[in-house]
């Protein structure tokens, strides 16, 4: 009875140890099974993550090349402005010349039919005299249209293309050149606009060498601005508040500074860590395109090597120094 028992409960045992392997059999192969299809998952879920992957980094470039496209006609935009503040300075830098040589020689003409005159009556005295003021306007016709000539060659040289090359520049010639044509570029815009220019050239400084059409872009861009700034003041204070733009030039022996300060609305304390970022503009929209300050930075600072420092109280002034190394 005991032996049957045994083999009884060894067919039970081997019974259950065959369901047991049977079981872990199918476990493992449903595990398999699992396994499979996860990775068959996982690959499809990397194969669609590395489609959008793929697809974002297209959008990506687009997108990158549209902001270059974008950034490359802002910049521009700023060129054109800077070209039309200059442009209006030049007609009315030409202009005063182009007057005198107009009135002197409608003078001229006036005595010519003096002299034809004078001469039927035989009246050498007169002659003398009206051939002496003839040659003397003459004089100022010559004198006067020099001069034009001398501001366009003047202009040419300044807003050329050019390669960027560094070339002998006289600082102070620049400074004043770029502060009238900036000063009358306003008030070709606004009759009623006037202000007191201060300026004080170090009668030292000679030449140094530098990119005058990158520097004269850079003056241009903070005489304008100081301009701008003490025009707002005199809008909000009224015709009791003198307008003062000061321009004043050192030279030491390894640095060049160029100071513009004026009176005008001061920047904001919150707005000075942000000036020089490109498109941050403190003035309304459409008045401005946020790059000037920042070209301007950049061509000081990469261009030059230099520094572009600014000192403000905001409703009192505003200063930015240039310092440029010689």
């Known amino acids: 009875m005991a ?5 009884d409960e060894i067919g039970e045992l081997s019974i259950a140890f065959n369901n047991m392997v049977s079981d872990i059999k199918k476990l493992s192969e449903l595990t398999l099974a699992q396994e ?3 990775q068959a998952m996982l690959a499809s879920q ?7 992957v ?13 902001l270059k496209t974008t950034q490359t006609q802002l910049i521009q935009s700023e060129k054109m402005a800077s070209l039309g503040e200059l442009t209006a300075g030049i007609a ?10 107009n009135n002197f020689s409608d003078l001229n003409a006036e005595l010519l039919d003096e002299l034809k005159q004078e001469l039927e009556a035989g009246n050498k005295e007169e002659v003398f005299k009206i051939l002496q003021d ?3 306007n003459e004089q100022k016709i010559t004198h006067h249209g020099k001069r034009a000539d001398a501001i366009v060659k003047g202009m040419l040289q300044h807003s050329r293309s050019g390669n960027g090359q560094k070339e002998p520049t006289d600082i102070n010639a620049l400074c004043d050149e770029y502060l009238r044509l900036a000063y009358h570029g306003l008030r070709a815009k606004d009759k009623s606009f006037n202000a007191k220019l201060d300026t004080h050239y170090d009668a030292t400084m000679g030449k140094i060498n530098a990119v005058p059409q990158d520097l004269g872009r850079v003056l241009l861009n903070l005489f304008t601005n100081a301009f701008y700034s003490v025009m707002q003041k005199r809008k909000q204070l009224g015709e009791g508040f003198e307008s003062v733009v000061s321009v004043n030039t050192t030279r030491s022996a390894d640095r060049v500074e160029i100071k513009v300060r004026d009176n005008g609305t001061g920047i904001p304390q919150k707005a000075l860590d942000k000036i020089y970022q490109p498109f941050f503009t403190t003035k309304p929209t459409g008045e401005g395109t946020g790059l000037g300050l920042s070209m301007s930075y950049d061509i000081i600072t990469k261009g030059h090597g230099g ?11 505003a200063a930015f120094t240039i310092i440029l190394p010689i």
């Open 92 to 101: 009315h830098e030409i202009q005063n010349p182009l007057n005198f040589v």
């Open 134 to 136: 003839l040659k003397e």
């Open 46 to 52: 990397n194969e669609d993550l590395e489609k959008q």
């Open 36 to 38: 499979k299809e996860k």
């Open 307 to 317: 520094e572009l420092k600014v000192e403000t109280r905001e409703g009192e002034f």
């Open 3 to 7: 032996a049957s028992r045994s083999k």
């Open 54 to 66: 793929e697809e974002r980094t297209v959008e990506l470039r687009q997108s990158l090349e549209e």
